[in-house]
């Protein structure tokens, strides 16, 4: 069975089979860092003894920290996950569309 990931809007869902929520966490390996957050991109500015914080310089540097981030996305994708389902854990095969392996 193929499965197709959505946003969850919050939104009461009526029709069965329920969809199943699973954690993006899920299906990254451990070695893809925690997603970076603001407060701590503006620490990391702040202690750099090379630099003197500005608003600007923080929103650089926090965009650069995304963008780092979001090319190892692709490469810490798992090839398997498991899922909890309402008939107890699951394991998946996971397939990232839209690249060359399709």
Request: aromatic content about 4%; hydrophobic content about 30%; cysteine-free.
């Amino acid at each position: 069975m193929r499965a197709r990931l959505h946003i969850d809007l919050g939104t009461p869902y009526t029709q069965q089979p329920q969809p199943i929520h699973v954690q993006p966490r899920t299906l990254v390996d451990e070695t893809l860092p925690d997603y970076p957050e603001p407060a701590e991109t503006e620490d990391e500015l702040r202690t750099d003894p090379s630099t003197t914080y500005t608003v600007e310089r923080h929103r650089r540097r926090h965009e650069a920290a995304v963008e780092a981030w979001r090319q190892q996305v692709p490469d810490a994708v798992s090839d398997r996950a498991t899922i909890e389902t309402p008939a107890g854990d699951h394991e998946i095969s996971v397939a990232v569309l839209g690249t060359a392996s399709d």
